[in-house]
């Protein structure tokens, strides 16, 4: 195994250390990108925990992986799809809160790929979402959110110079995509058509972005088993 970054005390070997490693180097060990590392870490597909906010992988078990016959399968389409179901069971939902907070909402899959509609866009938005280039560049700014292993909720100024907050969507305990609360004007006084939010605004937006978020994998999931509604005849 190759650079090493990180040695911690290990909880079960007291005055020993073990060597982690981040989930760049997980992923260029697997050939895969950092959202998926990250999807098979919250998955329990790779051995890992966290340090704060950063995920650590330690560095023997993935080495006995990579070692492995059978190399760990990794599924984007699969979790696409589980976006795609997500959405769909919830896509009323998600109009009333971009309507209530004020912003559009936009769910993508953990590649930064749009998943449904895109839900209250601001005029500016609807005027250009036809451009080739100007699509090109959100895709790849919401490709780097997806990247991002911060799961800390705010908001973000992207190249094309609007805010736009993030969070991501569980189904289970994987991650399978973002909702993007944005359109939003990152100054206040942006002469082009965004939506327009107070500090407030903003403030509602970072508090009620994961609940909703929450909430819609939770009507993707259904009823738990034995909460159905009985009819009383």
Not at 57 to 75: N, Q, T, Y
Not at 160 to 176: E, I, S
């Amino acid at each position: 195994m190759h650079s090493v970054q990180t040695r911690v005390q290990s909880p079960h070997h007291p005055g020993a250390t073990r060597e982690l490693l981040r989930a760049e180097e997980v992923g260029e060990l697997f050939k895969v990108d950092r959202s998926t590392v990250y999807r098979m870490a919250e998955g329990g597909r790779l051995p890992a925990f966290r340090i704060g906010r950063q995920w650590r992988f330690p560095a023997d078990a993935i080495e006995h992986l990579v070692r492995a016959e059978h190399p760990i399968a990794v599924s984007a389409d699969e979790d696409h799809e589980s976006m795609e179901r997500v959405v769909a069971a919830s896509l009323p939902f998600i109009d009333v809160a971009a309507r209530m907070l004020g912003v559009m909402i936009i769910a993508t899959d953990m590649d930064g790929r749009p998943v449904g509609e895109l839900v209250n866009p601001c005029p500016w938005f609807a005027e250009h979402e036809g451009e080739a280039e100007f699509m090109t560049t959100c895709l790849e700014f919401w490709k780097r959110l997806a990247d991002d292993p911060d799961f800390a909720v705010g908001f973000h100024r992207g190249p094309l110079d609007v805010a736009c907050a993030r969070t991501f969507v569980r189904v289970g305990p994987r991650l399978v995509g973002m909702l993007l609360a944005g359109g939003v004007d990152p100054t206040g006084n942006d002469p082009r058509p965004l939506h327009r939010l107070s500090d407030e605004g903003r403030a509602r937006v970072l508090a009620y972005l994961p609940m909703v978020a929450a909430a819609i994998s939770h009507l993707a999931a259904g009823p738990e088993p034995g909460t159905e509604t009985r009819s009383t005849t």
